[in-house]
Structures are given as structure tokens and as C-alpha cells.
């Protein structure tokens, strides 16, 4: 679910104006997956950007109070998350914690990071949906360890069908700031992309869905 229209089209032409979020229907990228797409997203790009940075906060926090989610911790995802939970954290006076890609495998072995405990609200935070699963294998992490999933917060996402019916079948609520079709209007109207390009990103989307 989209946050707000108005945040919506004002994020993406951010994201687009410091190049987050790289379009180039012409010469795709590789994704890790080994996905060619016309797309790609970076949004730890933001935090290079104090006013970018402190929009992506404030929206985050607005959207926090206002789905009535009362989070007593707020917790990142690894990596592109725990940057963006901390601001939101202490901009909300919370505390934070983070879940790792994966348990450590030294020390004290953990997999959540920080303090957690069982019965607690959270609300997660992550920087980027794409098909949903490394984000949502961070709720089950939660989840196992007790505590209440709230929700999770993004700055974007990709709007895949796969990763739409993932967070419905985990019930957990997903509210982002912007997604991959406002972000193409707003490209079509700055000029990033033609006509031509917008069929190729709609194209791709429609393939990988």
C-alpha cells in the first residue's frame, strides 16, 4: 500500500533526481539473480543526501502514527534497512534492532541483533521490495522470537504480484513511500523515459510479476 499519492510521485522524483533508481530500458543491468533489467535500485544512495534522507524519515514516522501501529521497537532488515530503521528509531524516541541475511557463525550465533522480546510491537523497515522474500524471512525471524509484526515500512517497491501475495499470505501489512508505476510516471513526466521505454519497463515488470 502506497503511503500517500502526493509522497508517492515527490519520492520517486527524488530517487530519480540523485539516480536511486537507475532506468535504462536500452542497456539492462544484472541483477545478483542474473536477471537483466531495465531497472536498478540503490536506496542507500538517500543517505548521502541529509534533505533526502530526512523527507524518507519524516514519512516513515508520519506513516507510523498514523496506521495506529503503537511500535515499541522498530527493527531493520539487513543491510539496506538498519541505516534507515535507526533514523526512524530515534526520531520516534524507539528502540532498534536489526536481523541479519543470516545467523553469524561466531560468537554468540545471533540472527537478530539487539533487543528483543517476546509480546513486543515491532514495525519493520527495509529500503526495497523486490520479490519480498529476504524481508519476509526477517518477520519470520520476529516471529519465532516472539514478538508482534506491526507492519513494514519501504521506501520502494517493484510491485510484483509474487511479492504482493507473499505479504498477504505472511499477514504482514506492507506500506511503502513510493512504487514502480509512480515512479514511471514520474519519469515520463520529466522526461527521464519515451514512450518507447515506458512499454519495455511495463514489459518487464509483466514478465517477472
Known amino acids: 500500500?502506497?503511503?500517500?499519492?502526493?509522497?508517492?510521485?515527490?519520492?520517486?522524483?527524488?530517487?530519480?533526481?540523485?539516480?536511486?533508481?537507475?532506468?535504462?530500458?536500452?542497456?539492462?543491468?544484472?541483477?545478483?539473480?542474473?536477471?537483466?533489467?531495465?531497472?536498478?535500485?540503490?536506496?542507500?544512495?538517500?543517505?548521502?543526501?541529509?534533505?533526502?534522507?530526512?523527507?524518507?524519515?519524516?514519512?516513515?514516522?508520519?506513516?507510523?502514527?498514523?496506521?495506529?501501529?503503537?511500535?515499541?521497537?522498530?527493527?531493520?532488515?539487513?543491510?539496506?534497512?538498519i541505516a534507515q530503521g535507526v533514523l526512524v528509531a530515534q526520531g520516534l524516541g524507539l528502540p532498534f534492532a536489526y536481523v541479519r541475511s543470516g545467523k553469524k557463525d561466531h560468537g554468540l550465533t545471533n540472527l537478530i541483533e539487539g533487543e528483543v522480546r517476546e509480546g513486543q510491537r515491532i514495525v519493520v523497515v527495509e529500503d526495497l521490495i523486490s520479490t519480498g522474500g529476504s524481508s519476509l524471512s526477517?518477520?519470520?525471524?520476529?516471529?519465532?522470537?516472539?514478538?508482534?509484526?506491526?507492519?513494514?515500512?519501504?521506501?520502494?517497491?517493484?510491485?510484483?504480484?509474487?511479492?504482493?501475495?507473499?505479504?498477504?499470505?505472511?499477514?504482514?501489512?506492507?506500506i511503502t513511500l513510493t512504487d514502480y508505476d509512480h515512479l514511471l510516471t514520474k519519469a515520463m513526466e520529466i522526461g527521464y523515459i519515451s514512450d518507447a521505454d515506458i512499454k519495455i519497463l511495463q514489459d518487464f515488470k509483466n514478465e517477472i510479476g
Open 1 to 81: 500500500m502506497i503511503y500517500n499519492k502526493d509522497i508517492a510521485y515527490k519520492t520517486a522524483e527524488l530517487l530519480l533526481k540523485i539516480k536511486a533508481v537507475k532506468l535504462s530500458p536500452t542497456d539492462p543491468f544484472t541483477w545478483a539473480s542474473g536477471i537483466k533489467s531495465p531497472i536498478y535500485c540503490d536506496n542507500r544512495i538517500t543517505l548521502s543526501y541529509p534533505e533526502i534522507r530526512t523527507f524518507i524519515r519524516q514519512n516513515f514516522m508520519k506513516a507510523i502514527e498514523e496506521s495506529g501501529y503503537q511500535p515499541e521497537v522498530i527493527v531493520g532488515v539487513a543491510t539496506g534497512g
Open 138 to 174: 526477517a518477520v519470520e525471524a520476529l516471529r519465532e522470537a516472539g514478538c508482534l509484526i506491526k507492519g513494514m515500512l519501504a521506501i520502494f517497491t517493484y510491485s510484483l504480484q509474487k511479492s504482493e501475495k507473499a505479504f498477504r499470505d505472511a499477514a504482514c501489512p506492507l
